[in-house]
């Protein structure tokens, strides 16, 4: 740019040198001829030379005054230097930059998901259709002061986002937006959670407060409906606690989900011992549980917290698998392709009960998620168990892969991470 502008003034100058020569020249040669005298040619000579040589000056300062508008609006696009582009570009939330007229002029890749590609250039109000950002640009641009802006964006889903919205002292407008998504969804979460927890100690609470008054009235002198009546409130009360322990097993495993355990621990041990602490359950269903002969499997894991994911899925297998039902368990290890370690060890736990409708398969570690309420509350169930498995299982970064065809069955194998001393040492 300063290369060729150098060329061009000194391209003018040589024009203008040109100019006056051959003005004189001209001059001179017109005074000549209609006058044929010396003295008149050079009187002429001078003045044409002169007038040439102001019409010069004058087409000069006005292409100076051209080149001047043109390399300001050159300023405006370019105002903000490559250096300090690259730098902002390094921030990972959007950030875009106006200049006075409310044009972007700078925008960082992050911003892209929010005002499109190819945004800088153009106005903000032709990328950003949402009023209240718009309009907090309009009262800092006539210069108020710094704001805080909450908006939403519905397209695909919904987003939630806050802009900081603020003027430096060149006049140019900063935008820096920060995606709330996350957050509002887990505050959401929170808040459904606090409310499915309370309804859900609620209903046995009002049974037991029912059956009191009960029995401190009619049922008083009644034997035969005092007894079903505390038998009722005792697996009620049984219920609140289930669902206590439940609560309180999900907040210690969810403090420590981003601990991962380190010690080694047999898996096939852990679920002879899950199912013998479940087997007056399996045996009032008369259900049958078949575990596979194997050999100890050691997986980094904690044994406390694999107990329960065994336990909730044996349990759950007997609960839903049917009366007289028949449980498999199944052990076995898998490669991770490309993965450096010793593999996974997996259990397979699979029941030939109803089955599962595939729509509910995703959702069934969501907390409080169940696929028949009713059925899951006849049977003592809190709907945190699958919520529970998931939380421990992240804890020891295995996998848990539900498979499921309704009127058939359902199987959930858990993967663990194998002991790698273990297994080097069965080599
Ligand atoms: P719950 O306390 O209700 O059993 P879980 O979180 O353990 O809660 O399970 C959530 C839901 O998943 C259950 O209510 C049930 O609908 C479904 N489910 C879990 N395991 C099975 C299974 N083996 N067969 C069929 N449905 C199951």
Redesign the pocket.
Known sequence: MATSDAGRSALNGWRGGFLLLSALAASGLIAIILSGSAMIPTIAMAVIALASFALHLASRRRSFAIDAARSARAEDITVIPSAARSVLECVDEPLLVLDRTGRIIFANKASQGLVGPDAERKRISAVLRTPEVLESIDRILAGGEPEDIAFSVHVPVQYHYEAHIARDRAGLVVLRVRDLTAIRRAEELRVDFVANASHELRTPLAAVTGFIDTLRGHAKDDAPARESFLEIMSVEAGRMRRLIEDLLSLTRIELNEHNPPSSEVDVVSIIHDAAAVLAPLAQADRTTVEIEPHVPLSVVGDRDDLTQVFQ?LLH??I???GERGHVRIRFGHAEMPGKAGAGQHYVAIQ?H????PREAIPR?TERF????VKR?RE?G???????IVKHIINRHQGRLLIE?TPGEG?T?TVFLPAALARQEASL
């Open positions: 909730n759950n297998a609960k839903y698998g029941d009960g109803e089955g599962i069934l998620y169940r696929v028949d899951s049977r169930g809190t709907g945190l168990g699958l919520a499921s359902s959930f």
